[in-house]
């Protein structure tokens, strides 16, 4: 009896070669845009449930899934080494490891600049620089590691700083404007769904009303 062919699920399944103590950092690296989404976005909507973060990560979404339209379209082939990775069934142009990263990366850096975040900063360039060599480690890992060509990346890359521009100012000028209606809907109010980007250091504000309602509880005691 023939066994069936076996196919692995690719999304956490990231080979280097034994030894190589870089490549097996790289290899945690490529991981990064697994632990955005299902780390950073799942904590961010179950404990922040903002408006902004859940655009965010709608505009990732929808960015992955023009990634792979585009995939399908042109059909371009991975390098050689796909072979040795078992992922030559899929195709390599663009990477959508590459797209992600670069997506966040200006997604969160024009979120920075324009002030909208838990807190203020006067030193936005520190704030956005880690996603940048996140976005930058990631693109080489896929190279390092075979996954993908450097066109392949760099297409990627670019599409990823595109889409993320648009669909920022897609949010911040065109659906911002319901923000107000979705926090007044029934799925806004059972799910305490709100909107603080008018409020320039949003730590500092719930910490003061925090200790107000603290103090405002303590009078009513005593």
Not at 86 to 107: L, N, R
Request: hydrophobic share 50%; with cysteine; net charge positive.
């Amino acid at each position: 009896m023939v066994s069936a062919s076996l196919k692995a699920v690719t999304l956490t399944y990231v080979q280097y070669q034994r030894g190589d103590q870089l490549g097996h950092f790289l290899a945690w690296i490529s991981l990064v845009p697994v632990f955005i989404s299902f780390g950073g976005f799942f904590c961010h909507f179950f404990f922040r449930r903002e408006l902004q973060g859940m655009f965010f990560f709608v505009g990732l979404v929808i960015s992955q899934i023009i990634n792979e339209l585009i995939k399908d379209f042109f059909q371009q082939a991975r390098p050689e080494t796909c072979a040795i990775l078992e992922m030559c069934d899929s195709h390599g142009w663009p990477s959508s490891h590459s797209q992600y990263m670069f997506f966040f990366a200006t997604y969160f850096t024009l979120l920075t600049y324009k002030g909208i975040g838990l807190w203020d900063t006067n030193n936005k360039l520190a704030v956005v620089f880690l996603p940048w060599v996140l976005a930058l480690l990631t693109i080489y890992s896929r190279v390092y590691l075979g996954y993908h060509t450097v066109a392949q990346v760099f297409a990627g890359s670019a599409f990823g700083v595109f889409l993320g521009a648009v669909w920022f100012w897609v949010v911040n000028s065109v659906l911002y404007r319901s923000f107000p209606m979705i926090e007044e809907s029934w799925f806004g109010r059972y799910f305490y769904i709100k909107d603080t980007s008018h409020i320039p250091n949003v730590l500092r504000f719930e910490y003061d009303n925090a200790r107000d309602a603290r103090s405002k509880l303590a009078a009513k005691i005593n």
